[in-house]
């Protein structure tokens, strides 16, 4: 493996196949992270970052991280749990299910689940002794960046001055609203709000009067 990648890059493990693959691919696409991947070929050097993608069993990945071999990597919790004797830390949850997910498959199949035994979340682990720290760190802020646009969107609103008490407690985002002072006195507010809340929040917006009001899809974010 060290013949093929530039020593100097930074080793980001991904599961070679299977649905978490194709979520972790998602993810890091919406991060910004570019690479193209030859068929049949296990390594991928990244375009714009010093970085080279490893494509691997997720059961075997802890134990890369773990090693050394592989700087920062995406796995289910519950292997890195099996493999608790390694030294790992966790940079950051996913917030997508691995293995198990949601058991549409299964219905689609005729088959129905009788019992949970496992329900494992993927999370991003990295090496403690890693030299890449400044990588690992711009890959966890995109990253989070990339995850918060997919759960939040901006709703923008104008009000009066009287009801502004009552908006912001009705949006009051993830630390603040943006509040804007505008010509005629009133205000326009912009605040984040999970995608699965918004449609009641702009009802309460409208209830207490605040008009204009406008719900505008995220693409990425830093927080």
């Known amino acids: 493996m060290e013949t093929t990648i530039p020593a100097e890059h930074c ?12 979520q972790v691919t998602d993810m890091l696409s919406g991060a910004g992270v570019e690479y ?6 296990d390594i991928a050097i990244c375009k714009d970052l010093p970085m080279t993608m490893v494509f691997l069993p997720a059961a075997d990945i802890p134990k890369y991280v773990g090693e050394g ?17 390694l030294e790992v830390q966790r940079v950051l949850d996913l917030g997508f299910v691995d293995l198990v997910e949601t058991g549409t498959t ?10 949970s035994i496992l329900n494992t979340e993927a999370v991003i682990i990295s090496n403690p002794q890693s030299p890449h ?22 709703v923008t609103y104008n009000c009066s001055p009287e009801i502004l008490d009552k908006v912001s407690m009705i949006t009051p985002g993830k630390r603040a ?11 326009s507010v ?3 709000v999970k995608k699965g809340d918004v449609v009641k929040v702009m009802d309460e ?19």
């Not at 071999?69 to 004797?85: F, L, Q, Y």
């Not at 609203?177 to 205000?187: M, R």
């Open 11 to 22: 080793k980001f493990a991904v599961p070679k196949k299977g649905r978490l693959y194709t």
């Open 69 to 85: 071999n592989i700087d920062i990597g995406v796995t289910g919790i519950d292997i890195v749990e099996e493999n608790g004797d």
């Open 133 to 154: 720290k400044a990588m690992i760190d711009l890959l966890k802020h995109r990253i989070e960046g990339y995850i918060t646009s997919k759960k939040f969107v901006m």
């Open 106 to 115: 299964m219905k689609a199949a005729g088959l129905e689940i009788v019992q």
């Open 177 to 187: 609203p943006t509040i804007t002072q505008l010509t005629d006195g009133g205000h």
């Open 205 to 223: 917006l409208h209830l207490v009067g605040a008009r204009d009001i406008l719900v505008l899809e995220l693409s990425n974010s830093r927080m």
């Open 36 to 41: 193209h991947r030859e068929p049949r070929l």
């Open 190 to 192: 912009s605040s984040l």
